[in-house]
């Protein structure tokens, strides 16, 4: 080293820069082959290889830092800029670049302050991003059928969440076992969450219905990986909702922002996953009784009103006393009405057909020669002619229509006195007769319209379609015929 340094210029020796930078190389790591150092961090770079390249700063100078693959794989915190550190670790030259570097073996926040700075830091980040949202939340199920804890298999906390879901609703519950603290920890329980959402529902293994993420309490080192980035995004991600259990209840991770619920304690996880079955049997029983009772109260209102109702209503026998009056006054009345409305139109037909008759159109036809033999002076052959074609043209025309008006009127009034005729027919009480009734008179030609009437008369007299016939009584001579018996009458 005293030849490099020697004021000697004429004996100097000549060095290659290899042989210089090798030199430098071995003093620095000779007098500084282990350090610490204390600084800010700066440009934070981490390229494909997984090596991590960093600046160590304060307020007036930099040292380039370099972290290997393996040694950055086993960090319990990963760096970030602006973190303020204490690193452990060897200078070292890089003779490409004639430049110094602190090969970092270990690297640690500069005590509590710079970890709560940092937190805030991405706190801030995330929730400007809104990963915080409550619009992004998501209702927890009331009753779950299968319940995803993700926590520590080893640990007291499983055993206390399986205790308090067996106290107060017995569910399936899968247990995804990771580490809770540590380098691991944070990878571990995002593709926890990530594996959970990607169980197909119905499938060989059945998709829960909500998530825990558990862990006891610690210091904010122990509880670090639940601060992670990739872990709040995981849980703001899952579709299944979830709920955040890491810690004791003063402890916060970010992890508690993200997720659909918080919860202080694993326990208390365990407590707002399902409700007491006890509870719920005994509400379920209020339940039907208040039902039981509300349905009794609704039938016998509606009973009553049914009953008062009814009594509104009139007697059943009593809404068909007016209509029987009504069809006996016109039964009475419909054959006046048939024999008038004949006779109106046999007037008409014959005030129609005398109209008709031959000997209006011969007194016609006189009448027209009469004037055709005054007009025959005045009238060449010729016109005489074509004037008597056209009135004999005329004349059978109208002969024609005065023919056919009159068949046609005959013919719609002989329609319609048929028609009357067979109404008249069927409504006649005979017709009645031959459908298999009968009319029932008594001794005195009565028509006897009920049973009581009958026992009491001395003999009967019962009219068929095609006779009469006697029971009881004496015997009598030829009857004057029938009025046609009125509607009550018939059984």
């Not at 929730?127 to 199920?141: S, V």
């Not at 074609?389 to 229509?401: E, I």
Request: charged residues 30%; contains cysteine.
């Amino acid at each position: 080293m005293s030849d490099l340094i020697d004021d000697d210029t004429g004996n100097t020796p000549e060095f290659t820069v290899s042989e210089i930078s090798g030199a430098v190389k071995r003093v620095i790591e000779g007098e500084f082959g282990f350090v610490r150092i204390r600084g800010e961090l700066g440009r934070v770079s981490t390229p494909r290889s997984g090596h991590v390249y960093l600046d160590l700063k304060d307020d007036r100078s930099v040292i380039s830092g370099i972290l290997w693959k393996g040694t950055a794989a086993r960090l319990d915190t990963r760096p970030e800029e602006g973190m303020e550190v204490v690193v452990t670790g060897r200078l070292t030259t890089f003779p490409g670049q004639s430049k110094y570097q602190i090969v970092i073996d270990d690297l640690r926040p500069a005590g509590l302050g710079a970890l709560m700075a940092m937190l805030e830091k991405r706190k801030a980040a995330m929730a400007a991003e809104g990963l915080f949202a409550p619009e992004r939340k998501q209702p927890l199920p009331y009753l779950p059928e299968i319940i995803g804890v993700v926590t520590s298999p080893s640990g007291a906390v499983i055993r206390d969440i399986l205790h308090r879901l067996r106290d107060r609703f017995p569910s399936k519950v899968l247990i995804w076992p990771v580490a809770v603290q540590g380098a691991k920890c944070a990878p571990e329980v995002a593709r926890a969450i990530a594996g959970f959402n990607a169980l197909a529902p119905g499938g060989a293994l059945p998709r829960p219905d909500l998530l825990i993420v558990a862990r006891g309490g610690g210091s904010v080192e122990d509880l670090w990986g639940f601060n992670e980035e990739i872990v709040v995004r995981a849980a703001a991600a899952s579709r299944i909702p979830l709920i955040s259990a890491v810690g004791h209840e003063t402890d916060t991770t970010l992890i508690d922002f993200a997720s659909d619920r918080r919860a202080p304690t694993p326990t208390a996880a365990a407590e707002i996953a399902v409700p007491v079955r006890l509870d719920l049997l005994t509400w379920t029983g209020e339940a039907r009784s208040r039902m039981s009772r509300a349905m009794s109260q609704r039938l016998e209102t509606r009973a009553q009103r049914l009953r008062d109702l009814a009594r509104a209503l009139p007697r059943p026998d009593t809404l068909l006393d007016a209509p029987r009056q009504r069809l006996d006054l016109l039964g009475d009345r419909l054959p006046q009405a048939l024999i008038r409305s004949a006779d109106r139109r046999r007037v008409a037909l014959s005030r129609i057909a005398g109209a008709l008759r031959p000997s209006l159109l011969r007194r016609t036809i006189a009448h027209g020669r009469e004037a055709l033999g005054r007009r025959a002076d005045r009238l060449t052959l010729r016109t005489i002619r074509q004037d008597l074609t056209r009135k004999r043209d005329q004349l059978d025309q109208l002969a024609t229509r005065l023919e056919d008006a009159r068949t046609r009127r005959l013919d719609g009034t002989r329609q319609r006195l048929d028609g009357l005729a067979r109404l008249l027919e069927t409504l006649s009480y005979k017709a009645t007769l031959a459908r298999g009734y009968a009319v029932v008179r008594g001794e005195d030609d009565q028509v006897l319209t009920s049973a009581a009437r009958a026992r009491a008369a001395s003999g009967l007299e019962i009219e068929f379609t095609d006779g009469r016939y006697r029971i009881g009584g004496a015997a009598r001579g030829p009857r004057k015929p029938t009025p046609a018996p009125k509607q009550g009458s018939l059984f």
